[in-house]
């Protein structure tokens, strides 16, 4: 492998969730680029995005094999951003082709871009990107201005200025019987210029628009397949965005009139109130299942029990699991309000080691950021990984050890929270860490779909030390 590829591989490795397949998927495609010298008179690159930013990154760069490049530096491992190239985000988004849209350059230069997507299991992995010059481009574009201007030439009823208001929230497109872009609202130019078109885009064709996986030709057939009604609604999601998007067609005219209303905050609330409630659920079920654990093991105790210093001990340690759930209450009752990471990590720290306080032989230290204050919900998120990890130590980390001890360690650097747990105990199999191990799927699932996070887990003779991180 040579060094671009051994490049490629290290960028996607240090930026990304995809899986080594997916990454073979994308050095097959720049070998192929260069192999086959495709798009000859173009600078190519090929993007990935980043799994915990959100933001498009170079891995591959090949400038044009036979004239000079619209590049005077090498950008591969520099960001693409959506103000600056639209058409790219697009891609990434919809998993359509994005052909002609104007961006600009890391350097600063407008071009134009061709974006098509690179898929692998039926997901979106990355993006070829091949880039002319405005100039070069400019005639071929006016020529397609002018059959757009010929078009709006001729009047559509149903476009009226009385139809389409600059004083309604939600965004109006009207596209022609060809696809193409005739009329637009003030909403509708705002919501795409947000999206990150630095072109015009009245007279784009509906294909370099499409907020979801929909193409003019599919639209089309969903109007034929649609009984005849006039009109049909569907919900998207474009980027961090929701819109519930109406389409209602024209039967005389040909014409498609789109409507955007975004939905987002309605959405974030929903989605809000709905995590918080499986995160409250979730907390419950693990106190459940400590209390009728512990619960029974003392009540068979307390059944053998003849004296009532013994059924004080029992007692005591009832207060203890009490204890337990009633941190587990506060932290239900602040879903609502930022606190303090250390107050709560310190809380779990303290009831895991009451919880196994007869293996005195293992100690914790823990080393926490007193500044790092977070979102609730994302607290509770940490709190139940931290706690599942304190469990796997107390578990299974020191079978046939005298001695144990596991350090907590949290910090923040640059926007990013880093939390890791080791050990210096017996370790896992590499088999039970990757398949076997169910606690380790759950802290896995929860650091990637609820934290957006990497996780890394080392394991040998000495210790086991998982590590994760995510951004704030």
Do not use: W
């Not at 950021?369 to 139940?384: M, R, Y």
């Amino acid at each position: 492998m040579n060094d671009e590829m051994k490049r490629l591989r290290s960028l996607c490795e240090e930026y990304t969730v995809l899986s080594h397949e997916d990454i073979d998927e994308l050095i097959s495609q720049a070998e192929q680029i260069l192999a086959r010298k495709l798009y000859p008179d173009n600078d190519v690159f090929i993007d990935v995005m980043n799994g915990l930013t959100g933001d498009a990154i170079v891995v591959f760069q090949r400038p044009p094999l036979a004239k000079k490049s619209l590049y005077s530096k090498d950008i591969v491992g520099q960001k693409a951003k959506r103000k600056n190239e639209a058409a790219v985000y697009r891609t990434f988004e919809t998993s359509l082709n994005t052909v002609g849209l104007l961006a600009r350059s890391q350097e600063d230069v407008m071009v134009r871009q061709r974006v098509y997507p690179i898929r692998n299991q039926k997901k979106n992995i990355g993006v070829v990107i091949v880039e002319d010059s405005v100039d070069e481009k400019m005639k071929h574009f006016l020529v397609a201005q002018n059959g757009i201007e010929q078009n709006r030439s001729h009047p559509i009823s149903i476009t009226s200025k009385e139809f389409v208001t600059d004083n309604i929230d939600e965004g109006i497109l009207i596209f022609n019987a060809t696809g193409y872009l005739v009329q637009m609202n003030r909403a509708a130019e705002s919501y795409y210029h947000g999206f990150g078109y630095l072109d015009d885009i009245l007279g784009m064709h509906y294909d370099n628009l499409s907020l979801d996986m929909s193409t003019f030709e599919q639209l089309n057939y969903l109007r034929s397949r649609n009984g005849g009604a006039g009109s049909m609604e569907k919900e998207i999601k474009f980027g961090n965005l929701y819109f519930e998007m109406k389409y209602i067609f024209d039967e005389v005219e040909g014409t498609v009139i789109v409507i955007i209303h975004e939905v987002t905050e309605v959405r974030k609330k929903e989605a809000e109130i709905s995590d918080k409630a499986v995160v409250i659920k979730e907390i419950h079920h693990r106190v459940k299942n400590n209390l009728q654990s512990v619960v029974s093991i003392l009540s068979i105790q307390a059944r053998r029990c003849s004296t009532d210093e013994a059924k004080k001990v029992l007692t005591e340690s009832v207060y203890r699991i009490m204890a337990i759930a009633r941190t587990h209450e506060l932290l239900s009752k602040q879903l609502e309000d930022d606190i303090s990471l250390k107050a709560v990590l310190d809380s779990v720290i303290e009831n895991m080691h009451r919880c196994y306080e007869d293996l005195y032989h293992i100690t914790i230290e823990a080393t926490i950021d007193e500044e790092l204050i977070l979102s609730s919900d994302v607290v509770v998120t940490i709190a139940l990984v931290v706690n599942e990890l304190i469990q796997n130590c107390y578990d299974h980390a020191f079978n046939g050890r005298k001695q144990g001890q596991i350090n907590v360690d949290v910090s923040q650097k640059e926007g990013y929270v880093y939390i890791s747990i080791e050990d210096n105990g017996v370790g896992y199999p590499k088999d039970d860490i990757k398949q076997n191990n169910l606690g380790l799927q759950i802290v896995t699932s929860y650091v990637r779909e609820k934290l957006r996070g990497k996780l890394d887990v080392q394991s040998d003779s000495k210790g086991t030390k998982t590590a994760f991180y995510f951004k704030k």
